[in-house]
Nanobody
Framework: QVQLVESGGGLAQTGGSLRLSCQAS????????MGWYRQPPGTTREDERE???????????NYLDSVKGRFTISEDSAQRMVFLQMDRVRPEDTGVYYC????????????????WGQGTQVTVSP
């Protein structure tokens, strides 16, 4: 089993910054991709979460178009932590942010291998 614990959410004003952290533990040796997903307000299903940023073992990163240039994903492999630096935040960035970890193949998540954290609320005021 894999455990993911997020921290760092909260309230920010438009244009401000937040930094999310995620600590992975447990059976993490085979994990090769970590990322941050967002559950938009008014949605509840897991399949409604949108990928905000992901980072693969080789350091390759991908971002949701709307956050490119504003958010940065990084990791501390030794500590098995992943971070999301959120700068110049906007009200539309509001949501519950989930840390995810899984196994990757050809730069994609292998179905059925994704683990989720408990989520952390991010609210951006106008």
């Amino acid at each position: 089993q894999v455990q993911l614990v997020e921290s760092g959410g909260g309230l920010a004003q438009t244009g401000g910054s937040l930094r999310l952290s995620c600590q992975a533990s447990g059976s993490i040796a085979r994990l090769s991709v970590m990322g941050w997903y967002r559950q938009p307000p008014g949605t509840t299903r897991e399949d409604e979460r949108e990928l905000v940023a992901e980072i693969f073992g080789a350091g390759k990163t991908n971002y949701l178009d709307s956050v490119k240039g504003r958010f940065t994903i990084s990791e501390d492999s030794a500590q098995r932590m992943v971070f999301l630096q959120m700068d110049r935040v906007r009200p539309e960035d509001t949501g519950v942010y989930y840390c995810a970890a899984g196994v990757s193949s050809t730069a994609s998540w292998v179905p059925g291998t994704r683990y989720w954290g408990q989520g952390t609320q991010v609210t951006v005021s106008p």
